[in-house]
C-alpha cells in the first residue's frame, strides 16, 4: 500500500470514529437548547402569525372558495360550450340526411331558428 492509501484509510477511520461523537455532543447541546426555544413562541402567538401570513398570502378558507368557485365556473362555461357545439354538429348532419326539422329540434335540443340558419348556412 502506498502512502497516499494508507492516509485515506486513517481519515476514513477517523470519520467513522468523529462523526458518532460529533452528533451526539451536537443532539446533547441542542436538547438542552430546545426548552428555551419552546418558549420563546407560544401556540397562540405561533397561531396568529400563520394566520396573518395565510391572509396575506390569500391562503384563506375564503380565498380558496372563490378561487374554487371561479374554476368551477369555468368548467361549466367550456363544458357549456362543448355540449352546444356538438349539438350543433349534429343538428348539421341530421340536416344533411334530410332528417325532419320537428325530429332536429327534439333530439338536439336547439331552437327551430337555429335550426333555419344552420340550413342557410350549410347551403354556403
Avoid at 75 to 96: G, H, N, P, T
Wanted: hydrophobic share 45%.
Amino acid at each position: 500500500m502506498t502512502l497516499p492509501e494508507i492516509l485515506l484509510i486513517c481519515a476514513a477511520a477517523l470519520c467513522v470514529i468523529c462523526l458518532p461523537l460529533i452528533a451526539m455532543m451536537t443532539l446533547s447541546l441542542y436538547s438542552k437548547a430546545s426548552p428555551k426555544a419552546e418558549s420563546a413562541l407560544q401556540d397562540h402567538e405561533i397561531a396568529r402569525i400563520a394566520t396573518y401570513l395565510s391572509e396575506r398570502m390569500g391562503i384563506t378558507d375564503e380565498g380558496s372558495i372563490r378561487t374554487l368557485t371561479a374554476r368551477v365556473e369555468e368548467m361549466r362555461k367550456d363544458f357549456d360550450w362543448l355540449v352546444s357545439d356538438r349539438m350543433i354538429e349534429q343538428a348539421i348532419d341530421m340536416a344533411r340526411l334530410g332528417q325532419p326539422t320537428a325530429t332536429i329540434v327534439q333530439t338536439t335540443g336547439i331552437s327551430p331558428d337555429e335550426l333555419a340558419t344552420i340550413n342557410k348556412l350549410r347551403r354556403h
